[in-house]
């Protein structure tokens, strides 16, 4: 796995480098080394699910939330690599349901900096106290953006992007990732909005889903236990 995993970083840093993928801050996060990167084995499988746990929520206690840079948690998956859009929409589902599950079994609450309701245009998911943003990326996305040779499910904290918004970074950003993507495809993704303007869930997989598309996951009560409270 060791090899696999340094040569699927490898491809997935040449994809972001280049010309044509438009996420300017994934840029600027490669070149300032600043992206943590774990490579799993099947993204439709559960048997890295605790693995993926750990690591996430290793970087979040590295996350320095008022950095003038984006820090960003890529999970890599070796395949499969031949499922369509819906297929890829419930694996990751089921990997970001997996992930609030081992969560709320170690008593982690849902962070109040977030809604929980994943219809609420104020979701993020939240693991260990983090709010995150999820892009999920795979070989049949829609979106040449989001094509990738493998499953990819890549982890922007909330926070960060809200201290780049409160200083007029993010809007500069987001503006030249929307010209490069007009450039690259001919429009802008009709999923993305600015948050609090709809549902970020929505925008995750990649997939364009219809207007009565309803978020899968299901937020569990966490679990109250001594060390909950530590």
Known sequence: MAMQAGTLREE????????????????????????????????????????????????????????????????????????????????????????????????????????????????????????????????HSSREARRFSRPILVFNSHEQFEALRADGRFEKMKDIIRQRDIKLEGDINPMLNDFGYGSEARQYSGRMVPEDWQCPLAVQEPEKTLESHD
Not at 65 to 78: G, M, W
């Open 12 to 139: 997935f840093d040449d994809f972001i480098r280049s010309d044509e993928f438009p996420c300017v801050g994934a840029k600027a996060a490669l070149a300032r080394g600043t992206i943590d990167f774990f490579a799993a084995e099947h993204i439709d499988e559960a048997r890295d699910d605790l693995p993926l746990y750990k690591a996430l929520t290793a970087f979040g206690k590295t996350l320095d939330n008022e950095a003038p840079f984006v820090q960003s948690f890529v999970a890599a998956f070796a395949g499969p690599t031949d499922l369509d859009e819906e297929q890829f929409e419930k694996a990751l589902w089921n990997r970001l349901q997996a992930l609030h599950n081992i969560d709320a079994a170690t008593g982690h609450d849902w962070t109040s900096a977030v809604d929980s309701d994943a219809s609420s245009p104020h979701f993020s998911l939240s693991i260990d106290g983090q709010a995150y943003f999820v892009v999920g990326l795979h070989p």
